[in-house]
């Protein structure tokens, strides 16, 4: 028996003889499969998805039955329709009987979009396009008889029968003024693009306009292909300069007028909302420091805004998605006014009827509510702040029900009656699984597809567990996972690379599947390297003090918290203290420089993808959020800025970025050159022409990826 299972275990071994490659991870080798555009339809029956057929560029939409999760039709196929190779994503009116569909989509900024699109009629299987140009944020009109959309900073209707458009504003110019939809600093740090809604009977659209004229340009080359490079302006705002002018309108469709709302002088408005009364419009509005929100109920009869519930925090206060308004107007909120971040139940009115959920753990999702079940679905951390379970609770806060609880990752996508929901599960170890279940109780009905040919072809490869645990650092128990290599001897001295990100709410120590970052992780690991990856002070679901300790100072804690525990784990007998290493992306980047600064005694090699180098240059929104202006607290700008302290360099740099990065400005790392030149410090550099914060497009990826490998191959 010994013999056998020593036999096993051989063969085991060697069969992972592959080592994964940087082409592996970025030519889709490792490429899992999911439901892509998952949509349950109305009856609560059926749901559909985007199925598309990458070798012949075609897309269609397939329709399935809850019940048997057999293929039941398929609605549109891009085959069948002319002038339509493919679609990349579609939505569907209110009514289920137009379907609109994305082509040749191209982006913009983070989520912004620009594209070609067309109404399908499943009846007639007609196809009408939307407009001649390529538009932004097309939205049904309840009725599906009318799509709104912006184009050139205005906004326009189209009547989808008479295939008739109307420009419902005049005013907007590039760079000045914007109607309905976001500017650059709402899109990135508000997480939304369209400014519009229409309301619940479409005789109304609400819409934000954003006067930019105050605000500062920024401008950078793009170098092309061309002679002579161009330069691509937009409105900025960076921390303690002006931001647009932000302003809300209602437009009547029957008499063709727009009206003002005053606001009592909102200087950010991150939410609109339609009640389910068609006259009733919540809006949400922000300070300028963003620690008190305010949510109104607007009249749109009389324009009057009266106030719903208001929200103070010593910080600041997140926006999220989940406020939701029940049939009678009731809503649903959720808060960390009790520290940690739960669902609340207000009235019609405002006043608080009661807390929903409690403990400490964190409210990760909210899914919805069962009016005729009186059930809560939502997301949380009750399993463990690294895993994600699904859950249902009345609206009374009673009878919570555990419905996929499996340790790792759970995510939901229930049908429109709640009566099933399509769970998806990931962890570590297992590639992301989907599996139908019951609402009401949880129990498995049927299994969907579960990627087991992403676990066979990983047999093959040498691959390190993820070893979770926690670290007691700087009087908290942080949480770290570890990868080892697969043949691992703990009498033997291993380098270390730490990974982290660790901005505000963040988490990268999750028991989750594999993202590109693990697979890299996992190729340095089969070449004798050990990775530790540790969420310090600042991140996230561990409760609201634990994520603002760091206001006022970001990167401060979480900067000391890297070099503690990069110190720690130095301790241990397999470490070779003398070969340790630091890496991030963004805020991250802006870590692993501080980190081979500040800990100079302890960190060897870092390696800084677009970081940030000083938050004077970031956005008013992100920044101010966590820092306030420059002007009120400029030692937490100054203290912390790389740039300032260049001197301290005494190990092997490597600094990345792009130089068509809208997001952190290539200016960052050219302010971190200089400063290095001036302190005649040596330092790796590469630049990216044209590319974004994502550093992405075509062979880029690969190329980033290897040269980092070879940097961290020469210099840890």
Excluded at 61 to 67: G, L, N, R, V
Excluded at 260 to 271: E, F, K, S
Aim: charged residues 25%.
């Amino acid at each position: 028996m010994l013999l056998l299972f020593a036999l096993i275990t051989f063969v085991a071994t060697n069969a992972q003889t592959k080592k994964i490659t940087v082409e592996d991870i970025y030519n889709g080798t490792f490429r899992t499969e999911g439901l892509d555009e998952l949509r349950s339809l109305n009856n609560g029956k059926e749901y559909t998805v985007l199925n598309i057929d990458r070798a012949r560029e075609t897309s269609q939409i397939d329709t399935y039955s809850y019940q048997t999760l057999e293929k039941k039709e398929t609605l549109v196929s891009s085959e069948l329709l002319e002038g339509v190779s493919s679609f990349s994503s579609y939505t569907f009116s209110a009514d289920e009987s137009r379907v609109l569909l994305a082509t040749d989509v191209e982006p913009i900024f983070r989520r912004s979009r620009l594209g070609l699109y067309y109404v399908y009629d499943i009846a007639s299987k007609s196809l009408t396009k939307v407009a001649e140009t390529k538009i932004q944020e097309p939205t049904f009109s309840p009725d599906g008889k009318q799509v709104a959309y912006g184009f050139n900073n205005n906004l326009y209707v189209f009547d989808i029968d008479t295939k008739t458009t109307k420009q419902i504003t005049e005013d907007g110019v590039k760079n000045r003024i914007i109607n309905g939809i976001t500017d650059w600093v709402y899109e990135e740090e508000f997480a939304f693009a369209r400014a519009f809604e229409w309301n619940s009977d479409g005789t109304r659209i609400a819409f934000l306009r954003f006067d930019e004229s105050k605000v500062q340009q920024f401008s950078m080359d793009v170098y092309g292909t061309e002679l002579y490079q161009r330069q691509e302006v937009f409105k900025y705002p960076k921390a303690g300069e002006e931001n647009a002018v932000v302003s809300l309108h209602l437009y009547d469709m029957a008499t063709a007028t727009t009206s003002n709302v005053d606001l009592d002088g909102a200087h950010y408005i991150p939410r609109l909302k339609w009640m389910n009364d068609s006259n009733r419009l919540s809006v949400q509005t922000l300070n300028r420091h963003q620690n008190h929100l305010r949510l109104y109920a607007v009249d749109a009869r009389s324009n009057a805004a009266n106030l719903l519930m208001e929200e103070k925090d010593e910080a600041y206060v997140d926006v999220t998605n989940d406020l939701t308004f029940l049939p009678d107007d009731s809503f649903i909120w959720t808060s960390e006014q009790d520290g940690w971040n739960h669902i609340y139940r207000y009235s019609k009115e405002g006043p608080l009827m009661n807390q929903v959920t409690k403990g400490a753990w964190e409210v990760t999702s909210y899914y919805g509510y069962d009016a005729k079940k009186d059930r809560i679905y939502y997301q949380s951390t009750e399993n463990g702040s690294t895993n994600r379970g699904v859950y249902s609770i009345s609206s009374s806060g009673r009878s919570k029900k555990e419905l996929a609880v499996e340790e790792g990752t759970n995510r939901a996508d229930f049908s429109a009656d709640f009566t099933y929901f399509i769970n998806t599960f990931s962890s570590a170890t297992i590639p992301p699984r989907y599996t139908l279940h019951k609402s009401n109780s949880g129990k498995k009905v049927k299994d969907i597809k579960n990627n087991q040919a992403v676990l066979t072809k990983l047999s093959n490869y040498q691959m390190g567990p993820k070893e979770f645990s926690t670290l007691a650092i700087n009087g908290n128990e942080l949480n770290m996972y570890m990868l080892k290599p697969a043949d691992f001897d703990p009498s033997k001295k291993y380098p270390l690379l730490m990974y982290q990100y660790s901005g505000p709410g963040s988490q990268n120590v999750s028991n989750s599947w594999n993202d590109t970052s693990d697979y890299w992780h996992q190729s340095l690991v089969s070449e004798g390297y050990i990775i530790v990856c540790i969420d310090g002070r600042g991140t996230g679901f561990k409760g609201r003090d634990f994520k603002k300790v760091t206001y006022l100072n970001l990167v401060k804690y979480e900067t000391e918290d890297q070099i503690t525990a990069a110190k720690k784990l130095s301790e241990l007998p397999y470490i070779d203290e003398e070969r340790t290493g630091i890496w991030g992306w963004s805020f991250g980047g802006h870590m692993a420089t501080n980190c081979i600064l500040k800990g100079n005694d302890v960190f060897e090699t870092a390696i800084a993808v677009a970081p940030v180098t000083s938050w004077r240059f970031y956005d008013t929104i992100y920044t101010e959020r966590f820092m306030r202006t420059p002007a009120e607290n400029p030692s937490g700008y100054d203290d912390n800025s790389p740039f300032n302290y260049p001197e301290m360099l005494k190990g092997n740099y490597l600094l990345v970025h792009g130089s068509g990065d809208d997001n952190v400005h290539v200016q960052n790392s050219m302010r971190m050159i200089e400063a290095l030149v001036q302190a005649n410090k040596q330092f790796d550099l590469a630049i990216y022409p044209d590319k974004n914060h994502g550093i992405y497009g075509g062979n880029t990826r690969i190329h980033l990826f290897n040269k980092m490998t070879k940097f961290i191959k020469e210099n840890l």
